[in-house]
């Protein structure tokens, strides 16, 4: 069984563009977080889904951000006109679940110039 | 409110040295459930354990053990004759019984010296 993968690992972009990162997490399991960790903190929550419903975004979460987990499978995050404060590490966690442990990715590192 | 305390923001300790991490807790739910998780140099966030807070039962696993008292809201962690390896970021977290969000503490590093 593998483990949560995420994609791209990095990506660079200028101020003002569009981004969209994957995860596949885990494949039984139905719940789906995503956080963003910045330097030196720990990792805050942004969403997540159980299957396909989206069921709670974050106050951290703008309109810029938007996510999708189409079919209840892999899930998008996407993220419009960026801006250099959205530059942080995004993870993906998923679950078997409310009560079990979350699996975390690697981590999308998003860096704005 | 939700939160997690790490007080400790980096620890330094020679090999074989027996550690300590704390981490105390703050929730109004009777249902919840506190984690432990390591974050290595590669930084991929690698689960160590699970609690619920029914379960005030200690837990030994080879090296690590980990302390649980709801009384004191702590939930404490101990790696047993440290090792280089152990060297990472540990992060306390705690979550939601019905949306099973993670509310992380800001994470203790951890240098294990040889």
């Known amino acids: 069984d593998t483990g949560v993968s995420q994609d791209p690992r990095h990506k660079i972009t200028k101020r003002g563009q569009n981004v969209t990162f994957r995860c596949d997490p885990i494949?039984?399991?139905?719940?789906l977080y995503w956080y963003r960790q910045t330097l030196g903190q720990g990792p805050e929550f942004l969403t997540y889904f159980q299957n396909e419903a989206q069921l709670e975004k974050s106050r951290l979460l703008s309109d810029r951000f938007s996510a999708e987990r189409p079919k209840g499978s892999f899930s998008t995050l996407e993220i419009q006109r960026t801006e250099q404060g959205d530059s942080a590490m995004y993870l993906c966690?998923?679950?078997?679940?409310?009560?079990?442990?979350?699996?975390f990715g690697p981590g999308t590192r998003l860096t704005v110039t | 409110a939700q939160k997690v305390t790490q007080a400790q923001t980096e620890i330094s300790v020679v090999e074989k040295e027996d550690v300590t991490l704390d981490c105390v807790y703050e929730t109004r739910d009777t249902t919840y459930y506190l984690f432990w998780y390591k974050q290595p140099p590669s930084g991929e966030l690698v689960f160590l354990i699970r609690r619920n807070s029914f379960d005030e039962q200690n837990e030994i696993s080879g090296r690590y053990s980990w302390n649980f008292q709801k009384s004191t809201s702590s939930f404490n962690f101990t790696i047993t004759a440290s090792q280089v390896v152990d060297s990472a970021v540990y992060f306390c977290?705690?979550?939601?019984?019905?949306?099973?969000?993670?509310?992380f503490g800001q994470g203790t590093t951890l240098q294990v010296k040889p």
């Open positions: 977290a705690l979550s939601e019984a019905v949306t099973g969000k993670l509310i």
């Open positions: 494949s039984e399991h139905n719940r």
């Open positions: 966690a998923s679950s078997l679940g409310v009560r079990n442990e979350q699996y």
